[in-house]
């Protein structure tokens, strides 16, 4: 079982900055492939951004403003989030995938707002 613990989220102003830190358990953190997601209200979950040990992807709506990095001393990831919009709030999730298994974290919610 893999713990998994979302933190940084908050209410942050349109054009503004946030950094969100995903903490997980276990000893071979440096080969999971690790996600964040987001959900608004009323939507599907959706992938956000993802790293393996040596790649990362983004989706296409957040290219050029999110960037994911990973500490493995840490056991942490990390989503820096910049030119924030309205349309970036959700409530964002962590996941790790360890082999064949996935783990999520409880969520922590973003606002974006004037």
């Known amino acids: 079982q893999v713990q998994v613990v979302e933190s940084g989220g908050g209410l942050v102003q349109p054009g503004g900055s946030l950094r969100l830190s995903c903490a997980a358990s276990g000893s071979l953190f440096r080969t999971y492939t690790m996600g964040w997601y987001r959900q608004a209200p009323g939507k599907q979950r959706d992938l956000v951004a993802a790293?393996?040990?040596?790649?990362?992807n983004y989706a296409d709506f957040v290219k050029g403003r999110f960037a994911i990095s990973r500490d493995n001393a840490k056991n942490t990831v990390y989503l820096e989030m910049n030119s924030l919009t309205p349309e970036d709030t959700a409530v964002y999730y962590c996941n790790a995938r360890a082999g064949v298994n996935s783990f999520w974290g409880q969520g922590t919610q973003v606002t974006v707002s004037s």
């Open positions: 790293i393996t040990p040596g790649s990362t």
